[in-house]
């Protein structure tokens, strides 16, 4: 394949260099924006390999064939159970209204009411199963041209017909040489071919830290494996669409680059004792996870940075109590997230 390249190869480690050890999470969150990156290095936890979840179906295995079966089967008798029971309230109904009283057709209304509600909240998920089921027994086998390094769009099912068994990783893998850590979301494995899969929440177009995680995965992979891996995929969550993101010589100048900057900010930090700046454009603190402000409740939603737990500074208060933000409690301001924005700006009249 043309366009693979061949990891470099250090003569010392990162540790004896005096450069700190990085996990992937903490490297993208460092070039989307340095404060969330000290954020992340300050919590010290490990690659998730996907962003925090959103969607109300993310508890659904939607994307393991024998999972979705295994599912189907433990919810479907429970709906065949309230179905019978509908019958029987209408069956119970109807004879009790004819041949006792009108008004208990009134009491299997209410039995109706109760049935209908269960119903509604059983069924979606069940159509959601069925769904990815028939996509899953209708994909035809498709992989991305290993010979072109433009990203590709793919099907997740495809990938699976096309022979990959998904997988996954207990613990972190670790390289010493380049001083960095982490674990992919999910992996689909062929023999001695290994992608790594990172599950996006945004279905906006990819920024330059995507390109450097699936990077670092597809070089953690196979410097700690001893595998070949071409490419990752960035799964859109939620759907079965996905991003082949080509592993070549621009993916890895990405890592280095990236990679880079990252350490410098931290060792900034730690050599002059200064925070970084916020960022210049409000735009990535409107929508910011980090300064996301949420409820708190003492003992629970503290920020613990460097085996330290913070006091916190309120963003703002309403009704439900105080509002406050891990990049707030952190660096002692009010980040300028969209919440705070409509809570604090004055309404015209």
């Known amino acids: 394949m043309e366009n693979r390249v061949q990891s470099h190869r250090f003569t010392t480690t990162q540790q004896e260099r005096g450069l700190p050890v990085l996990g992937i999470h903490v490297m993208t969150e460092l070039e989307y924006c340095p404060r969330a990156g000290v954020v992340a290095y300050g919590e010290g936890r490990d690659d998730p390999g996907e962003d925090p979840p959103v969607e109300n179906l993310d508890y659904l295995p939607l994307y393991d064939l024998s999972e979705i079966n295994r599912e189907l089967n433990q919810r479907c008798p429970v709906v065949y159970r309230w179905l019978v029971l ?26 109706l009411v109760v049935v209908i509600a269960a ?32 990203d590709e769009v ?39 071919v290994v992608i790594p899969v990172f599950k996006r929440n945004s279905s906006k177009p990819l920024h330059r830290q995507d390109y450097a995680r699936i990077a670092a995965y597809c070089q953690l992979i196979e410097r700690c494996e001893g595998v070949t891996s071409p490419y990752g995929l960035v799964l859109q969550a939620g759907t079965h669409r996905a991003i082949a993101i080509k592993h070549t010589a621009a993916a890895q100048e990405t890592l280095r680059v990236v ?27 409107r929508n910011c996870p980090i300064g996301y402000p949420r409820v708190y409740r003492p003992g629970e939603t503290e920020l613990i940075s460097n085996k330290q737990q913070l006091p916190i500074v309120p963003a703002y208060q309403t009704v439900r109590g105080v509002f406050h933000s891990k990049c707030g409690d952190r660096f002692r301001w009010v980040p300028r997230h969209a919440r705070v924005e409509r809570r604090t700006t004055p309404q015209r009249r």
């Open 86 to 111: 509908a019958a029987a309230v209408i069956v119970l109904t109807l004879i009790l209204t004819l041949l006792v009283r009108w008004y208990f057709i009134f009491c299997g209304a209410i039995g």
């Open 119 to 150: 119903l509604i909240d059983l069924i979606p998920p069940i159509i959601t199963l069925v769904r990815c089921r028939a996509n899953a027994m209708s994909a035809q086998p498709r992989t991305p041209d290993p010979d072109s390094p433009e």
């Open 154 to 192: 793919v099907n997740w099912w495809e990938m699976r017909r096309s022979g990959f068994e998904i997988g996954a990783y207990k613990e972190a893998l670790f390289d010493a040489e380049l001083g960095l850590k982490g674990k992919p979301w999910k992996i689909l494995r062929d023999y001695d």
């Open 259 to 285: 990679l880079e900057q990252a350490r410098s900010i931290i060792r900034d930090m730690v050599t002059s004792g200064q925070d970084p700046l916020p960022p210049h454009s409000t735009g990535l603190c």
